[in-house]
């Protein structure tokens, strides 16, 4: 199911409820660059890709003769109070997140309510012309949702969307989704773990 959703609406009501599962969906990272290319681009309309989910309802009625998957999308939907699973689009949508919560400065030649081009140079959401902002605000997110899809397979699909973007052989393994690799996951997110590794920080891309 494909739907268009104004891009404020899509922050105000649908970020909330998407699920990132670090069993497959890799962590965003887009630069500062990126995502103000990324929200020039949906401004003008020029973005090509949906933003892809799980739909969580109907993946539980798809699991019913697969308990752990069904427990899954239990968990997500009753500890996480989450109703999809993200599987492709993380790095757009917090982009969008970034520009409606004033964290992202935007540059560039935008297009307004009126139709008028406007010169913008490192200014954040709310220091936007009003008709600018409300152009920002209309702008069309195209969301893609997968229905009647069981949680093992979720791992496949993102593997098959991601297929011409390069995955590095730690993704690929992250993607397989086993008990023990489930465990790590989680141990790797402790305060413990971390501390352990006091220069894993610097593992983090730099923002340009």
Known sequence: MLNNIKAHQ??????????????FQRRACWSQSQCRKFILSLNKG???????VADVETGMLASKSDPVSEEKYKKVKGV??????SLDGQNR??????????????TGTFTDA??????ISNKLYKDLPYRLQDALKDAKVELKRLEYTPYFELNDVFLSINDG???????????INTPISEWFREE???SEFIDMWPSI???KEKEK
């Open 80 to 85: 996480l109070n989450k109703t999809m699973v």
């Open 46 to 52: 020029r973005v090509l890709s949906p933003i892809c």
């Open 165 to 175: 973007v390069p995955l590095n052989n730690q993704e690929k393994r992250n993607a």
């Open 10 to 23: 899509f922050y105000k009501s649908y970020i909330k409820k998407i699920y990132i599962d670090p069993a």
């Open 114 to 119: 009126d139709n008028k081009s406007v010169g």
């Open 201 to 203: 920080q610097g593992f």
């Open 188 to 190: 790797a997110t402790t």
């Open 93 to 106: 949508t917090k982009a969008i997140a970034d520009l409606f919560d004033n964290k992202l400065q935007l």
